[in-house]
Antibody, heavy 124, light 107 residues
Framework: QVQLQESGPGLVKPSQTLSLTCTVS??????????WTWIRQHPGEGLEWIGC???????YYNPSLKSRLTISVDTSKNQFSLKLSSVTAADTAVYYC????????????????WGQGTLVTVSS | DIQMTQSPSSLSASVGDRVTITCRAS??????LNWYQQKPGKAPKLLIY???SLQSGVPSRFSGSGSGTDFTLTISSLQPEDFATYHC?????????FGQGTRLEIK
């Protein structure tokens, strides 16, 4: 049973870079068949897909965040990471990692499982 | 981007009621539609995938239907543990998008 766990600072200063890591257990990122995904939820609001990465390195980013976003994978640690630069208060949210059943041809399916989520607050 | 619109945004119902939540896509997404349940302070949980397939372990009182642009999630007989927020999500094309959520409250 694959499990995901987010980790990273809960407080980031404006204009700095938000960095989070998702550790995958119970399965190998390198086995293929999944997009490793970041999703966020602003307080009291709906869900926003941030982007994803395949183990091969192929990435898909939300155009609204693309200029500030980097998602990477470390297969040796069975982890994938999110870096969002030049953050503002609008980036305050709960950040989730999840797996998306898919392939390296751009076919996406559904998110399951999810990590428990981590609240990141942008404030000085 | 494909816009997903859920209705209603909130709903009050009683235990035992039959409830239907609707999700409409701004363009055809075939059957690339998923439903999630989210309880306060928790991550969303997959309920229905590919419009009508029940995720393993999800009670059979949950069902999904639809294709193209119009989809529904039905709970046949509400149980106390079903009071939560429900989200639809399209996986037809990136950026992958969600509906705004439907909050199901106890009447």
């Amino acid at each position: 049973q694959v499990q995901l766990q987010e980790s990273g600072p809960g407080l980031v200063k404006p204009s700095q870079t938000l960095s989070l890591t998702c550790t995958v257990s119970g399965g190998s990122i390198s086995s293929g068949g999944y997009y490793w995904t970041w999703i966020r939820q602003h307080p009291g609001e709906g869900l926003e897909w941030i982007g994803c990465i395949y183990y091969s390195g192929s990435t898909y980013y939300n155009p609204s965040l693309k200029s500030r976003l980097t998602i990477s994978v470390d297969t040796s640690k069975n982890q994938f990471s999110l870096k969002l630069s030049s953050v503002t208060a609008a980036d305050t949210a709960v950040y989730y990692c999840a797996s998306d059943l898919g392939n390296d041809y751009g076919d996406h399916n559904w998110f399951d499982p999810w990590g428990q989520g981590t609240l990141v607050t942008v404030s000085s | 981007d494909i816009q997903m619109t859920q209705s209603p945004s909130s709903l009050s119902a009683s235990v035992g009621d039959r409830v239907t939540i609707t999700c409409r896509a701004s363009q055809s997404i075939s059957s690339y539609l998923n439903w999630y349940q989210q309880k306060p302070g928790k991550a969303p949980k997959l309920l229905i995938y590919a419009a009508s397939s029940l995720q393993s372990g999800v009670p059979s009182r949950f069902s999904g239907s639809g294709s193209g642009t119009d989809f529904t999630l039905t709970i046949s007989s509400l149980q106390p543990e079903d009071f939560a927020t429900y989200h639809c999500q399209q996986s037809y094309s990136t950026p992958l998008t969600f509906g705004q959520g439907t909050r199901l409250e106890i009447k």
